[in-house]
Protein backbone atom coordinates (compact mmCIF):
# COMPACT_ATOMS: atom_id res chain seq x y z
CA UNK A 1 0.00 0.00 0.00
CA UNK A 2 3.22 1.93 1.20
CA UNK A 3 4.87 1.17 -2.20
CA UNK A 4 1.48 2.32 -4.46
CA UNK A 5 1.58 5.84 -2.86
CA UNK A 6 4.73 6.21 -3.42
CA UNK A 7 4.62 4.95 -7.02
CA UNK A 8 1.61 7.99 -6.79
CA UNK A 9 3.14 10.55 -5.41
CA UNK A 10 6.45 10.40 -7.69
CA UNK A 11 4.11 10.00 -11.03
CA UNK A 12 2.11 13.28 -9.42
CA UNK A 13 5.70 14.80 -9.35
CA UNK A 14 6.82 14.19 -12.70
CA UNK A 15 3.52 15.08 -13.90
CA UNK A 16 3.99 18.26 -12.46
CA UNK A 17 7.59 18.98 -13.96
CA UNK A 18 5.79 18.16 -17.40
CA UNK A 19 3.69 20.27 -17.03
CA UNK A 20 5.64 22.86 -15.87
CA UNK A 21 8.01 22.81 -19.03
CA UNK A 22 5.04 24.49 -21.21
CA UNK A 23 5.23 27.45 -19.13
CA UNK A 24 7.55 30.02 -20.85
CA UNK A 25 8.73 31.27 -17.30
CA UNK A 26 10.23 28.47 -15.97
CA UNK A 27 12.76 28.08 -19.47
CA UNK A 28 15.52 30.04 -18.54
CA UNK A 29 19.43 30.62 -18.88
CA UNK A 30 20.51 28.82 -21.81
CA UNK A 31 17.80 26.80 -22.50
CA UNK A 32 16.04 30.20 -23.28
CA UNK A 33 18.98 31.26 -25.88
CA UNK A 34 19.18 28.34 -27.57
CA UNK A 35 14.78 27.57 -28.15
CA UNK A 36 15.26 31.17 -29.67
CA UNK A 37 18.50 31.35 -31.74
CA UNK A 38 18.91 27.71 -32.04
CA UNK A 39 17.09 27.53 -35.89
CA UNK A 40 18.47 30.62 -37.07
CA UNK A 41 22.29 30.35 -36.36
CA UNK A 42 22.54 27.05 -37.15
CA UNK A 43 19.46 25.89 -39.28
CA UNK A 44 18.79 22.73 -37.90
CA UNK A 45 15.27 21.77 -36.66
CA UNK A 46 16.74 19.75 -33.81
CA UNK A 47 18.13 21.98 -31.22
CA UNK A 48 19.45 18.96 -29.39
CA UNK A 49 21.99 18.27 -32.86
CA UNK A 50 22.60 21.68 -32.95
CA UNK A 51 23.51 21.88 -29.21
CA UNK A 52 26.00 18.08 -30.11
CA UNK A 53 27.66 19.17 -33.12
CA UNK A 54 27.83 23.02 -33.10
CA UNK A 55 27.62 24.66 -30.00
CA UNK A 56 29.23 21.65 -27.89
CA UNK A 57 31.19 20.15 -30.96
CA UNK A 58 34.45 19.93 -29.05
CA UNK A 59 32.65 17.87 -26.36
CA UNK A 60 31.23 15.69 -29.23
CA UNK A 61 34.91 15.02 -30.44
CA UNK A 62 36.05 14.30 -26.65
CA UNK A 63 33.13 11.56 -26.55
CA UNK A 64 33.71 10.37 -29.49
CA UNK A 65 37.23 9.99 -28.30
CA UNK A 66 36.24 7.74 -25.32
CA UNK A 67 34.73 5.95 -27.59
CA UNK A 68 37.79 5.39 -29.45
CA UNK A 69 40.57 4.82 -26.86
CA UNK A 70 37.86 2.32 -25.33
CA UNK A 71 38.00 -0.01 -28.51
CA UNK A 72 41.58 0.30 -28.49
CA UNK A 73 41.37 -0.96 -25.26
CA UNK A 74 39.31 -3.49 -25.14
CA UNK A 75 40.74 -4.83 -28.80
CA UNK A 76 44.12 -4.84 -26.91
CA UNK A 77 43.09 -6.88 -23.83
CA UNK A 78 41.09 -9.01 -25.20
CA UNK A 79 43.61 -9.78 -28.56
CA UNK A 80 44.59 -13.42 -29.22
CA UNK A 81 45.77 -14.43 -32.50
CA UNK A 82 44.83 -18.12 -32.56
CA UNK A 83 40.98 -18.56 -31.58
CA UNK A 84 38.31 -21.05 -32.74
CA UNK A 85 35.31 -19.58 -34.79
CA UNK A 86 32.00 -20.90 -34.33
CA UNK A 87 29.32 -21.20 -37.11
CA UNK A 88 27.16 -22.38 -34.02
CA UNK A 89 24.20 -20.11 -34.74
CA UNK A 90 20.49 -20.21 -33.54
CA UNK A 91 17.44 -22.19 -35.41
CA UNK A 92 16.37 -21.61 -38.80
CA UNK A 93 13.27 -19.86 -37.66
CA UNK A 94 15.38 -17.22 -35.84
CA UNK A 95 17.55 -17.51 -39.26
CA UNK A 96 15.57 -17.22 -41.10
CA UNK A 97 13.54 -14.27 -39.68
CA UNK A 98 16.27 -12.34 -39.21
CA UNK A 99 17.42 -12.36 -42.74
CA UNK A 100 14.57 -11.02 -43.62
CA UNK A 101 14.98 -7.83 -41.23
CA UNK A 102 18.09 -7.59 -41.84
CA UNK A 103 17.79 -5.09 -44.53
CA UNK A 104 15.02 -2.86 -42.75
CA UNK A 105 17.16 -2.10 -40.28
CA UNK A 106 19.93 -1.08 -41.92
CA UNK A 107 17.52 1.55 -43.56
CA UNK A 108 16.59 2.60 -40.10
CA UNK A 109 19.84 3.12 -39.02
CA UNK A 110 21.01 4.92 -41.76
CA UNK A 111 17.47 7.09 -41.81
CA UNK A 112 18.58 8.34 -37.80
CA UNK A 113 21.62 9.16 -39.02
CA UNK A 114 21.19 10.91 -42.32
CA UNK A 115 17.90 12.87 -40.82
CA UNK A 116 19.67 13.84 -37.41
CA UNK A 117 19.33 17.11 -37.59
CA UNK A 118 16.10 17.17 -38.27
CA UNK A 119 14.55 14.75 -36.26
CA UNK A 120 15.38 13.08 -33.21
CA UNK A 121 18.32 10.42 -33.51
CA UNK A 122 21.91 11.24 -34.65
CA UNK A 123 24.91 9.48 -35.01
CA UNK A 124 25.24 8.01 -32.09
CA UNK A 125 22.01 6.33 -32.09
CA UNK A 126 22.31 5.29 -35.89
CA UNK A 127 25.72 3.91 -35.03
CA UNK A 128 24.48 2.00 -32.15
CA UNK A 129 21.20 0.13 -34.54
CA UNK A 130 23.95 -0.37 -37.25
CA UNK A 131 26.67 -1.93 -34.58
CA UNK A 132 22.90 -3.97 -33.66
CA UNK A 133 22.94 -5.04 -36.76
CA UNK A 134 26.11 -6.76 -37.01
CA UNK A 135 25.37 -8.33 -33.07
CA UNK A 136 22.47 -10.01 -34.36
CA UNK A 137 24.29 -11.78 -37.26
CA UNK A 138 27.18 -12.48 -34.87
CA UNK A 139 24.34 -14.13 -32.50
CA UNK A 140 22.03 -15.64 -35.06
CA UNK A 141 24.21 -16.97 -37.65
CA UNK A 142 27.40 -17.22 -35.69
CA UNK A 143 30.73 -15.69 -35.43
CA UNK A 144 32.79 -16.93 -38.54
CA UNK A 145 29.85 -16.07 -41.06
CA UNK A 146 29.68 -12.01 -39.73
CA UNK A 147 33.44 -12.16 -39.90
CA UNK A 148 33.50 -13.53 -43.46
CA UNK A 149 30.78 -10.73 -44.37
CA UNK A 150 32.35 -7.87 -42.49
CA UNK A 151 36.33 -8.45 -41.90
CA UNK A 152 37.59 -7.16 -38.31
CA UNK A 153 40.11 -5.06 -40.40
CA UNK A 154 37.50 -3.37 -42.47
CA UNK A 155 35.66 -2.27 -39.00
CA UNK A 156 38.71 -0.65 -37.83
CA UNK A 157 39.08 1.25 -41.25
CA UNK A 158 35.37 2.67 -40.92
CA UNK A 159 35.92 3.59 -37.39
CA UNK A 160 39.37 5.23 -38.47
CA UNK A 161 37.89 7.18 -41.31
CA UNK A 162 35.12 8.33 -39.09
CA UNK A 163 37.21 10.15 -36.61
CA UNK A 164 39.43 11.77 -38.94
CA UNK A 165 36.45 13.30 -41.20
CA UNK A 166 35.55 14.32 -37.64
CA UNK A 167 38.65 16.28 -37.09
CA UNK A 168 38.64 17.08 -41.07
CA UNK A 169 35.83 19.41 -40.72
CA UNK A 170 36.72 20.66 -37.49
CA UNK A 171 39.80 21.91 -39.57
CA UNK A 172 37.66 23.07 -42.64
CA UNK A 173 36.54 25.81 -39.64
CA UNK A 174 40.39 26.62 -39.07
CA UNK A 175 40.82 26.80 -42.35
CA UNK A 176 38.12 29.46 -42.77
CA UNK A 177 39.49 31.18 -39.92
CA UNK A 178 36.46 30.86 -37.60
CA UNK A 179 37.80 28.51 -34.67
CA UNK A 180 37.54 24.54 -34.51
CA UNK A 181 34.49 22.90 -35.57
CA UNK A 182 32.79 26.10 -36.40
CA UNK A 183 29.30 25.96 -38.77
CA UNK A 184 28.02 28.28 -40.60
CA UNK A 185 30.76 31.13 -39.63
CA UNK A 186 32.91 28.66 -41.87
CA UNK A 187 30.81 29.09 -44.45
CA UNK A 188 28.80 25.72 -44.37
CA UNK A 189 25.63 26.37 -46.08
CA UNK A 190 22.55 26.88 -43.87
CA UNK A 191 20.22 26.23 -46.19
CA UNK A 192 15.91 25.94 -44.87
CA UNK A 193 15.00 24.90 -42.06
CA UNK A 194 13.68 21.25 -42.03
CA UNK A 195 14.95 20.64 -45.19
CA UNK A 196 16.99 17.74 -46.13
CA UNK A 197 20.07 19.68 -47.23
CA UNK A 198 20.30 22.11 -44.01
CA UNK A 199 22.28 22.71 -40.61
CA UNK A 200 25.62 22.89 -42.83
CA UNK A 201 27.89 21.01 -41.23
CA UNK A 202 26.04 18.74 -38.75
CA UNK A 203 24.53 16.16 -41.37
CA UNK A 204 28.48 15.33 -42.26
CA UNK A 205 29.37 15.33 -38.42
CA UNK A 206 26.65 13.15 -37.90
CA UNK A 207 27.78 11.07 -40.72
CA UNK A 208 31.36 10.67 -39.45
CA UNK A 209 29.95 9.97 -35.41
CA UNK A 210 27.59 7.42 -37.10
CA UNK A 211 30.91 5.44 -38.81
CA UNK A 212 32.71 5.72 -35.89
CA UNK A 213 30.30 4.37 -33.21
CA UNK A 214 29.10 1.66 -35.64
CA UNK A 215 31.94 0.08 -36.13
CA UNK A 216 33.56 0.47 -32.57
CA UNK A 217 30.67 -0.95 -30.75
CA UNK A 218 30.22 -3.76 -32.78
CA UNK A 219 34.57 -4.28 -32.64
CA UNK A 220 34.02 -4.60 -28.49
CA UNK A 221 31.09 -6.97 -28.93
CA UNK A 222 33.45 -8.75 -31.15
CA UNK A 223 36.32 -9.28 -29.43
CA UNK A 224 34.23 -9.89 -26.22
CA UNK A 225 32.78 -12.74 -28.01
CA UNK A 226 35.60 -13.98 -29.07
CA UNK A 227 37.06 -14.82 -25.67
CA UNK A 228 33.86 -16.32 -24.72
CA UNK A 229 34.32 -18.92 -27.68
CA UNK A 230 37.93 -19.57 -26.74
CA UNK A 231 36.27 -20.57 -23.06
CA UNK A 232 33.18 -22.30 -24.38
CA UNK A 233 34.35 -23.36 -27.64
CA UNK A 234 34.03 -27.41 -26.82
CA UNK A 235 30.23 -27.03 -25.72
CA UNK A 236 29.43 -24.71 -29.01
CA UNK A 237 30.40 -27.20 -31.59
CA UNK A 238 29.07 -30.25 -29.45
CA UNK A 239 25.72 -28.12 -30.19
CA UNK A 240 26.94 -27.64 -33.52
CA UNK A 241 26.16 -31.14 -34.80
CA UNK A 242 22.31 -31.29 -34.04
CA UNK A 243 21.63 -27.48 -34.35
CA UNK A 244 20.20 -27.38 -38.02
CA UNK A 245 16.47 -28.32 -37.10
CA UNK B 1 -21.71 10.29 -35.97
CA UNK B 2 -18.73 8.63 -37.77
CA UNK B 3 -15.90 10.41 -35.78
CA UNK B 4 -17.75 9.38 -32.73
CA UNK B 5 -18.02 5.65 -33.70
CA UNK B 6 -14.42 6.03 -34.41
CA UNK B 7 -13.58 7.10 -31.13
CA UNK B 8 -15.67 4.36 -29.46
CA UNK B 9 -14.18 1.60 -31.40
CA UNK B 10 -10.28 2.76 -30.57
CA UNK B 11 -10.81 3.21 -27.14
CA UNK B 12 -12.48 -0.25 -27.11
CA UNK B 13 -9.38 -1.84 -29.08
CA UNK B 14 -6.81 0.11 -26.52
CA UNK B 15 -9.06 -1.27 -23.69
CA UNK B 16 -8.52 -5.00 -24.76
CA UNK B 17 -5.18 -4.16 -25.15
CA UNK B 18 -4.52 -2.90 -21.60
CA UNK B 19 -6.35 -6.09 -20.54
CA UNK B 20 -3.98 -8.27 -22.16
CA UNK B 21 -1.08 -6.09 -20.87
CA UNK B 22 -2.78 -6.97 -17.23
CA UNK B 23 -3.30 -11.08 -17.83
CA UNK B 24 0.46 -11.15 -18.75
CA UNK B 25 2.07 -9.33 -15.72
CA UNK B 26 -0.17 -11.86 -13.47
CA UNK B 27 0.98 -14.79 -15.76
CA UNK B 28 4.34 -13.77 -15.15
CA UNK B 29 3.58 -13.70 -11.39
CA UNK B 30 1.45 -16.68 -10.73
CA UNK B 31 3.02 -19.15 -13.37
CA UNK B 32 5.52 -21.69 -12.43
CA UNK B 33 7.95 -22.25 -14.61
CA UNK B 34 10.15 -20.53 -17.47
CA UNK B 35 7.65 -21.73 -20.32
CA UNK B 36 4.37 -20.64 -18.95
CA UNK B 37 5.86 -17.57 -18.44
CA UNK B 38 7.21 -17.14 -21.53
CA UNK B 39 3.95 -17.71 -22.79
CA UNK B 40 2.82 -14.97 -20.57
CA UNK B 41 5.15 -12.92 -21.40
CA UNK B 42 4.77 -12.51 -25.18
CA UNK B 43 0.64 -11.84 -24.50
CA UNK B 44 1.66 -8.27 -23.28
CA UNK B 45 3.04 -7.64 -27.02
CA UNK B 46 0.86 -10.00 -29.34
CA UNK B 47 -2.47 -9.27 -27.42
CA UNK B 48 -1.40 -5.70 -25.89
CA UNK B 49 0.71 -4.14 -27.72
CA UNK B 50 -0.89 -5.07 -31.13
CA UNK B 51 -4.55 -3.90 -30.25
CA UNK B 52 -3.19 -0.78 -28.30
CA UNK B 53 -1.32 0.21 -31.72
CA UNK B 54 -4.50 -0.64 -33.57
CA UNK B 55 -6.54 1.35 -31.36
CA UNK B 56 -3.75 4.17 -32.39
CA UNK B 57 -4.00 3.29 -36.35
CA UNK B 58 -7.86 3.98 -36.12
CA UNK B 59 -7.38 7.09 -33.79
CA UNK B 60 -4.56 8.59 -36.07
CA UNK B 61 -5.62 11.83 -38.07
CA UNK B 62 -4.32 11.04 -41.44
CA UNK B 63 -3.80 7.63 -43.58
CA UNK B 64 -0.39 8.19 -43.31
CA UNK B 65 -0.15 8.10 -40.22
CA UNK B 66 -2.25 5.00 -39.56
CA UNK B 67 0.14 3.32 -42.64
CA UNK B 68 3.14 3.73 -39.50
CA UNK B 69 1.19 2.18 -37.13
CA UNK B 70 0.67 -0.56 -39.21
CA UNK B 71 4.08 -1.54 -40.19
CA UNK B 72 5.31 -1.60 -36.42
CA UNK B 73 2.13 -3.89 -36.10
CA UNK B 74 3.44 -6.25 -38.39
CA UNK B 75 7.33 -5.67 -37.74
CA UNK B 76 6.25 -6.75 -33.50
CA UNK B 77 4.24 -9.70 -35.25
CA UNK B 78 7.44 -11.00 -36.99
CA UNK B 79 9.83 -10.23 -34.03
CA UNK B 80 8.12 -11.56 -31.22
CA UNK B 81 7.48 -14.60 -31.66
CA UNK B 82 10.90 -14.97 -33.28
CA UNK B 83 13.07 -13.77 -30.06
CA UNK B 84 10.44 -15.56 -27.78
CA UNK B 85 11.17 -18.43 -29.57
CA UNK B 86 14.94 -18.20 -29.41
CA UNK B 87 14.64 -17.25 -25.67
CA UNK B 88 12.58 -20.68 -25.05
CA UNK B 89 14.49 -23.29 -27.27
CA UNK B 90 17.97 -21.59 -25.27
CA UNK B 91 16.37 -22.54 -22.32
CA UNK B 92 15.70 -26.16 -23.41
CA UNK B 93 18.79 -26.67 -24.77
CA UNK B 94 20.30 -25.07 -21.25
CA UNK B 95 18.99 -27.77 -19.48
CA UNK B 96 15.80 -26.29 -17.63
CA UNK B 97 13.06 -29.05 -18.33
CA UNK B 98 9.33 -28.00 -18.32
CA UNK B 99 7.53 -28.76 -15.05
CA UNK B 100 4.19 -30.73 -15.31
CA UNK B 101 4.60 -32.11 -18.86
CA UNK B 102 3.72 -35.56 -19.85
CA UNK B 103 4.78 -35.65 -23.25
CA UNK B 104 8.61 -34.30 -24.52
CA UNK B 105 8.42 -34.82 -28.55
CA UNK B 106 11.25 -31.62 -28.57
CA UNK B 107 13.71 -34.04 -25.80
CA UNK B 108 12.87 -36.91 -27.86
CA UNK B 109 14.25 -35.84 -31.38
CA UNK B 110 17.31 -34.35 -29.81
CA UNK B 111 17.75 -37.53 -28.53
CA UNK B 112 17.13 -39.45 -31.02
CA UNK B 113 19.90 -37.13 -33.24
CA UNK B 114 21.93 -38.07 -30.94
CA UNK B 115 22.06 -41.65 -31.33
Known amino acids: MGLLLLCLGIGWWLWKGVAAMEDPEFIIGPAAYYIINTAEETGAANIVAAILFDYRGIDTLGEASVIYTTVCGVAMLFSKSKYKRSSAGLSFIARRGVSFLVPFLLLYGSTIILMGHMTPGGGFQGGAVFATVTILLCIVFGSSFEMSRIKPKTKETIESLGGLFFVFLGGVGLLAGAGFLANTAAGFPRGQVGNFLSAGAIPLLNIAVGMKVGAGLSTIFYSMVRVLELEFGEQMSEVEGNDKN | ?115
Open chain 2, 1 to 115: MIQEMRFVVAYLFMAIGVFFSLTSVLGIIRFPDVYTRIHAGTKALTGGALFVLAGGAILAPSWQASAKFVLIIVFFLITNPLSSHAIARACYRHGIKPELIYKDEYGEKISNKKE
